[in-house]
């Protein structure tokens, strides 16, 4: 707690609630994608930008009917600017393709837009800073599901304090403070998790399931 206190002091020259406050006015004036990234690329709210190669935003289709949610960037998606590239995402483009689905049939992005130093786990801060653009991201796109992939994005998203061992495998409803509706969303394992533990990958797929039955369902 006080190494992530000492980081945000010694990065950021805003205050916290100083960021979270920038962050809303920021990503509440952004009418389009393009905006929003063009909103977060001036955004100094956040300290992970100072240490940060790339601000990585999205990939896939915005206009599929699946947006996926992870935590952050790791080494490769700083290199390259892309999300979900490095191990984990092939692993999850291979979970994906099980249920017949590609980066052209889902938008992906993170609760971060920027890898934090030695994939640290994030601080509260970081994630409070960026929260407003991803809900912002999410009214944007406004996707029909949503699937929140490990545990930091499924409690951030859903506001919840329990692990992903509780969360996953169940159908939410996600309110987003400038949506009319309610959007559908799952939580499910984080492929990099899988990779460590090749023995979740039943779990795994059962939550697959769910998501190509509700798409189904959808359609
Ligand atoms: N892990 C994530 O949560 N997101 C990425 O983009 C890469 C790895």
Redesign the pocket.
Known sequence: MREQVDLWTEHAPLAPSQGVADSRAAAAAADTLDALRAALSAFEGCALKQTATNL?FADGNPDADVMIL?????AE?DRRGV??V?A??QLMDRMLAAIGLDRDSVYIS?ILFWRPPGNRNPTTAEVAACMPFVQRHIELVRPKALVF??GASAKAMLDRTEGIMRLRGKWYDYHGPGLDRSIPALATF?P?YLLRSPGQKRAAWHDLLLLKTRLEEMS
């Open positions: 990585v992870g935590e952050a960037p790791g998606e999300p979900f490095g984990s995402g993170n992939v490990g984080h990099a």
